[in-house]
């Protein structure tokens, strides 16, 4: 299988102003897409290429020796960046129904939720992610992963991610990465992080 690079749900300036179109617009176009392209190289001819990028990255132990950092850097910049554009959203909206009552029965409240989950991806040092997930027990925990590390390939599955490579926020804001936190929390898609939230305690 070839993969291909998925679609934004919404226009590139449909983040504005947390996000800025040029950003959207290189960070879709030319590093999303350099994922794609790079994983389909590095798995060209294997049987990887049968294999949902899901799976390849929560078996991430069998892949080949000579091909698994490409696979966990590209593959995982693939998955990564397509979760990540599904759980943006211009619309506003709030976490709801269960996804609410177990955050809240996690971490107290949304607000300490929110504080704890910003702290990871400040302290992130370097280029990563930090995300909500379903960990083995299907508790939700908050880590963060360096480069493009897939929670996947810890056994956990994401629900929310958020990018904090410079990439994603240094045409707008600079250094500043806080800032550029603070602003992700006006363009959560709740309603699609709810989805993966049951998807992932149903399974
Ligand atoms: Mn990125």
Redesign the pocket.
């Known amino acids: 299988m070839k993969y291909n690079l998925p679609k934004l749900p919404y226009k590139y300036d449909a983040l504005e102003p947390y996000i800025d179109e040029q950003t959207m617009q290189i960070?879709h176009t030319k590093?999303?897409q350099g994922y794609v392209d790079k994983l389909n190289k590095a798995i060209e001819g294997t049987e990887l290429e049968d294999w949902e990028i899901e799976e390849i990255l929560k078996n991430i132990e069998k892949v080949e020796d000579k091909i698994r950092q490409a696979v966990i850097n590209n593959g995982g910049?693939h998955a990564?960046?397509s979760l990540?554009w599904q759980i943006l959203s211009p619309e506003k909206t709030e976490p709801e129904g269960k996804l609410l009552e177990a955050i809240n029965k996690k971490f107290d409240s949304l607000e300490n939720f929110k504080i704890k989950f910003s702290e990871a991806a400040t302290t992130r040092f370097g280029s990563g992610w930090a995300w909500l997930v379903l960990n083995e027990k299907k508790e939700l925990q908050i880590i963060s992963t360096p480069n493009q590390d897939s929670p996947l390939s810890q056994n956990k599955t994401p629900i929310l991610g958020l990018?904090v490579?410079e990439?994603?926020y240094y045409l707008r804001y600079q250094n500043r990465r806080p800032e550029y936190i603070e602003a992700f929390w006006k363009i959560i898609n709740w309603k699609k992080v709810s989805e993966f939230y049951e998807q992932a305690t149903s399974d």
Do not use: K, M, Q, R
């Open positions: 960070h590093h999303h910049g990564n960046h990540f990018d490579w990439h994603a």
